[in-house]
């Protein structure tokens, strides 16, 4: 199955600030998704990246906050902007094997202070 | 909109003692069925998946689980657990949608505590 490298693993931000996270595919994929998993929680879907178009975003989730690139089929960032203590979560990137399902990154566990 | 209920939060086994989890699905059409488990401070990981065919899924670490479309279920099953079993599971749905696959939606999860 394919192998997902996510970073940073973890991080502290300062609310205001923006982190970007990143996702890289050992292998092309054409449908990468972003989830996030609050605290204690399930994850929720954040958007679905595909290469070469706009990230599709779920309801409650918007582009200002949340921007996805998709610039090749093996690689996305998400960024998280303006964040605030509410934004604690961790976030984990998903590619979509034919094959094997559903691969997730090792996720980042991101603490607003 | 498909939905995924996982209707036991927490469910305490003793160690050797079988184990049944209990997911039910919300779909119209034939999903594609998953259970992932999380260990703390881990990330997922694929225990087993159900795209088609065969009902009964054999997965990693000895866990298969049954797709019963009459009763929109697939739970999970092992046979006899072990300390290292001890992990939060969640059961999720997917689907291929027109314009290409869909995001998974996962159910809340189900902590699952082994006893010695």
């Known amino acids: 199955s394919a192998v997902i490298s996510q970073k940073p693993s973890r991080d502290i931000c300062q609310r205001g600030t923006s982190l970007t996270i990143q996702c890289q595919v050992d292998s092309q994929v054409t449908m990468m998704f972003w989830y996030r998993q609050q605290p204690g929680q399930s994850l929720t879907l954040i958007a679905t990246?595909?290469?070469?178009?706009?990230?599709?975003?779920e309801s409650g989730f918007v582009i200002d906050k949340f921007p996805i690139s998709r610039p090749n089929l093996t690689f996305s960032t998400l960024t998280v902007s303006n964040m605030s203590p509410e934004d604690s979560s961790i976030y984990l990137c998903s590619a979509r094997d034919r094959l094997y399902g559903y691969t997730f990154g090792s996720g980042t566990r991101l603490t607003v202070v | 909109a498909q939905s995924v209920t996982q209707p036991d939060i927490h469910i305490t086994v003793s160690e050797g003692a079988s184990l049944e989890l209990r997911c039910n699905y919300s779909y119209g059409a034939t999903p594609y069925l998953f259970w992932y488990v999380q260990s703390p401070g881990q990330g997922l990981q694929l225990l087993l998946k159900y795209f088609s065919g065969d009902t009964l899924v054999q997965g990693i670490k000895g866990f298969e689980a049954e797709f019963k479309r009459s009763q929109s279920s697939f739970n999970l099953r092992k046979p006899s657990v072990h300390w290292s079993d001890a992990a939060e599971y969640f059961c999720?749905?997917?689907?291929?949608?027109?314009?290409?696959?869909?995001?998974?939606?996962f159910g809340k999860g189900t902590h699952l505590i082994i006893q010695p």
């Open positions: 999720a749905v997917g689907a291929d949608s027109g314009g290409g696959a869909d995001g998974l939606t």
């Open positions: 990246a595909n290469q070469g178009s706009e990230a599709t975003y």
